[in-house]
């Protein structure tokens, strides 16, 4: 059920009772205060009704969106094991760096801007003007807390790490690769060409 129909249901049920309310008044049956008195108490919960009705919808949607989102991302890409193909030692360090561009956290936020409708962009950009005026280090961890972002995910202890859909791993492995990079602008120079 969409917002717009779970309005119009809620306005045919307010109709629907006021409509009953009179007749039992025009029959003497009730009168108009104790009328006043239980409409009042039915407009107070149909509205606490109402709002859970469009919190649920809402998460419907969310859950949608993901499921979606999910789809056609297809499954995450761990950045921890690109990044150990480059040095074993200190994977996250190295996702650090990548984070410390500017333009790394702007594809970041277009990104989270075209597919999360949960993404706090005015923290994010607080977050990325923070970054570059103090020495406050960029992790995913703080990425995600701050901005509510979902691109990437963390997960700690053994076996843990950082993974990304596969446009943020594609954006990750480019910087870590001049020779990759090169390859997609010869690839994108020829395919004008062609």
């Given at each position: 059920m969409t917002s717009?129909?779970?309005?119009?249901l809620y306005i045919r049920i307010a109709f629907q009772y006021?409509?009953?309310?009179?007749?039992?008044?025009?029959?003497?049956?009730?009168?108009k205060d104790f009328a006043d008195k239980h409409k009042k108490a039915f407009y107070d919960s149909l509205d606490e009704e109402k709002l859970r009705t469009s919190q649920k919808i809402r998460s419907r949607t969310e859950i949608m969106r993901r499921y979606v989102r999910g789809i056609i991302c297809g499954d995450m890409v761990s950045l921890t094991e690109i990044a150990r193909q480059y040095t074993e030692d200190s994977p996250g360090y190295v996702i650090q760096s990548w984070?410390?561009?500017?333009?790394?956290l702007e594809f970041l936020r277009?990104?989270?801007?075209?597919?999360?409708?949960?993404?706090?962009?005015?923290?994010?950009?607080?977050l990325i003007?923070?970054?570059h005026t103090t020495s406050l280090t960029i992790t995913p961890s703080l990425w995600i807390k701050r901005t509510h972002a979902v691109g990437m995910r963390?997960?700690?202890?053994?076996?843990?790490?950082?993974?990304?859909?596969?446009?943020?791993?594609?954006?990750?492995?480019?910087?870590?690769?001049?020779?990759?990079?090169?390859?997609?602008?010869?690839l994108t120079q020829k395919m004008k060409i062609d």
């Open positions: 717009e129909e779970s309005s119009e006021e409509s009953a309310l009179d007749q039992l008044i025009g029959k003497g049956l009730i009168d984070m410390r561009s500017r333009n790394t277009q990104w989270e801007n075209d597919m999360n409708g949960g993404f706090d962009d005015r923290v994010c950009e607080a003007h923070e970054a963390v997960k700690q202890g053994k076996g843990g790490g950082v993974n990304a859909y596969p446009e943020i791993a594609a954006d990750f492995r480019l910087w870590l690769d001049p020779a990759e990079r090169l390859a997609l602008v010869r």
